[in-house]
């Protein structure tokens, strides 16, 4: 089992930044891929951003050249830094933790991010 808590969420206007972190415990050494996801009122979730034990990257095209993920394997934590946020950016995050070739099996509370306009 892995545990993840997410915090840094809020309200924040139009054009500001945040920066989420999610720390992960319990059966870590499973972990391999750490993504956030958000999903907005209405809408299916869908993946922001993820990182692999490696460093590489992945991002939404929506949010590409504004948001940046990063990992901290000593912390057991990613962070997710937003910048040049956007209304359409309100959503809840979560984060998620999965193996190499499989799906994504422990999922965080969620945080809200609301971007006034």
């Known amino acids: 089992q892995v545990q993840l808590v997410e915090s840094g969420g809020g309200l924040v206007q139009s054009g500001g930044s945040l920066r989420l972190s999610c720390a992960a415990s319990g059966s870590i050494f499973s972990i391999d891929v750490m993504g956030w996801f958000r999903q907005a009122p209405g809408k299916q979730r869908e993946l922001v951003a993820d990182?692999?034990?490696?460093?590489?990257?992945t991002y939404a095209e929506s949010v590409k050249g504004r948001f940046a993920i990063s990992r901290d394997i000593a912390k057991k934590t990613v962070y997710l830094q937003m910048s040049s946020l956007k209304p359409e950016d309100t959503a809840v995050y979560y984060c998620?933790?999965?193996?190499?070739?499989?799906?994504?099996?422990?999922w965080g509370q969620g945080t809200q991010v609301t971007v006034s306009s």
């Open positions: 990182i692999t034990t490696g460093g590489y990257t």
């Open positions: 998620a933790t999965r193996s190499y070739m499989a799906s994504w099996a422990y």
